[in-house]
């Protein structure tokens, strides 16, 4: 049986462009350059690379990326897209729980809920973080964005699922309701209704996990990160001045592996 995830992404590469939450690709592109130092020798993985907007975009830039998906759907869309950009980009059917990198990637990126934290359980996204680092070379660096555990606490994830859809044309986009927040395992169970590319309406019953700043500080602390950074994650518009607050839906990440290179 598929999981959610599985099945929502199972033919659904045409709408996911639509998203509002994939409108910020360029901003968050210019942040990334920055993190890299402008320098184009570094080799980037993008897991979780859906449609491959950020991959494209920094292969457009003069970058090296690879992006990996669990999605043929995206995965398919993502090199339509390259291609109608004349744009030649590494693109791979792989699972994040366990990929075949060691060593290979100065940089992994896991944005906008690449994988992590969409698993049914915690073993299983810390799976993914594990085989993030076991990708990277020494030194590297993982930037990723998350669920904010503080932001159910004192907010309504329906109002804010809401605030979103009206940034975008009327009738685009997945539509979520939230059933319940569980306070035991910080999992947000809601019932996801999207149409596919073919003008399929679905409804999927979905659970996702929010974690909190000091989770994600032990977690990768225990794979070796000898620095974790995490700020407040603003569409298109990631910064390091963006102190994480319970207003943010979600966080930024950045965490770097120190050492000498292992290629």
């Given at each position: 049986?598929?999981q959610?995830?599985?099945?929502?992404?199972?033919?659904y590469?045409?709408?996911y462009?639509?998203?509002?939450f994939a409108q910020?690709?360029?901003?968050?592109c210019d942040f990334?350059?920055?993190?890299?130092?402008?320098?184009k020798?570094?080799?980037?993985?993008?897991?979780?690379?859906g449609?491959?907007?950020?991959?494209i975009?920094?292969t457009?830039?003069g970058?090296s990326?690879?992006?990996?998906?669990?999605?043929?759907?995206?995965?398919?869309?993502?090199?339509?897209?390259?291609?109608k950009e004349g744009?030649?980009?590494?693109?791979?059917?792989?699972?994040?729980?366990?990929?075949?990198f060691e060593?290979e990637?100065d940089?992994?990126?896991m944005?906008?809920?690449?994988g992590?934290?969409?698993?049914?359980?915690?073993?299983m996204?810390?799976?993914?973080?594990?085989?993030?680092?076991?990708?990277?070379?020494?030194?590297?660096?993982?930037?990723?964005t998350?669920?904010?555990?503080?932001?159910?606490?004192?907010?309504?994830?329906?109002?804010?699922h809401?605030?979103g859809?009206?940034q975008?044309e009327?009738?685009?986009?997945?539509?979520y309701?939230?059933?319940r927040?569980?306070?035991?395992?910080?999992?947000?169970?809601n019932?996801?209704?999207?149409?596919?590319?073919?003008?399929?309406?679905?409804?999927?019953?979905?659970?996702?996990?929010?974690?909190?700043?000091?989770?994600?500080?032990?977690?990768?602390?225990?794979?070796?990160?000898?620095?974790v950074?995490?700020?407040?994650?603003?569409l298109?518009?990631?910064?390091?001045?963006?102190?994480?607050?319970?207003?943010d839906?979600?966080?930024?990440?950045?965490a770097?592996?120190?050492?000498?290179d292992?290629?």
């Open positions: 049986m598929k959610w995830y599985e099945a929502l992404f199972e033919n590469g045409n709408q462009d639509l998203e509002p910020g690709t360029s901003g968050e990334i350059e920055a993190e890299l130092g402008y320098d020798s570094l080799k980037i993985l993008d897991i979780g690379c449609t491959g907007r950020h991959a975009e920094l457009r830039r970058y990326v690879t992006g990996v998906d669990l999605s043929e759907s995206q995965l398919k869309k993502a090199k339509e897209n390259a291609a744009l030649e980009v590494r693109f791979l059917k792989e699972d994040a729980r366990a990929l075949p060593g990637f940089m992994v990126l944005l906008c809920e690449g992590f934290p969409l698993m049914e359980t915690d073993e996204n810390f799976e993914i973080l594990r085989n993030a680092a076991m990708a990277l070379s020494r030194p590297g660096k993982l930037i990723f998350t669920l904010n555990g503080l932001f159910p606490l004192y907010h309504s994830i329906d109002s804010f809401e605030e859809q009206n975008g009327p009738g685009e986009g997945a539509r309701k939230s059933e927040f569980d306070l035991m395992t910080f999992r947000d169970h019932v996801t209704t999207f149409t596919d590319n073919d003008g399929i309406e679905h409804q999927l019953a979905c659970n996702e996990r929010y974690y909190v700043p000091p989770e994600i500080t032990w977690l990768l602390k225990s794979l070796d990160f000898t620095s950074e995490i700020f407040g994650a603003k298109g518009a990631f910064s390091r001045a963006d102190k994480l607050t319970a207003e839906f979600e966080m930024l990440v950045i770097e592996l120190e050492g000498e292992r290629r």
